[in-house]
């Protein structure tokens, strides 16, 4: 995924982000209304909400899993 812009702290591909996207860091998901969505610090936490997110969303169990996986890898979780 090198050179593809993500988001910073759930690594969503931002080309795949249905918007309105207000930073340019971060999915539409993870920051609105001029805040992160999600303030706290808690990767484990940020982690269990986002697999929530997707699942809701319809991502099947597998997807959902991987992703939610890959999220302490994301710039705003590394060295956490
Ligand atoms: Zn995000």
Redesign the pocket.
């Known amino acids: 995924m090198r050179g593809k812009a993500q988001?910073e702290?759930?690594?969503?591909p931002l080309d795949a982000d249905s918007g309105p996207r207000e930073s340019e860091k971060?999915?539409s998901?993870?920051?609105r209304n001029g805040k992160l969505t999600y303030e706290g610090t808690d990767v484990t936490e940020f982690t269990r909400l986002a697999y929530e997110g997707m699942r809701k969303q319809g991502m099947n169990i597998f997807k959902a899993w991987f992703f939610a996986r890959m999220i302490r890898y994301a710039p705003r979780w590394r060295g956490r």
Do not use: G, N
Request: proline letters at 0%; charged letters at 0%.
């Open positions: 988001c702290s759930c690594l969503m971060y999915c998901y993870c920051f």
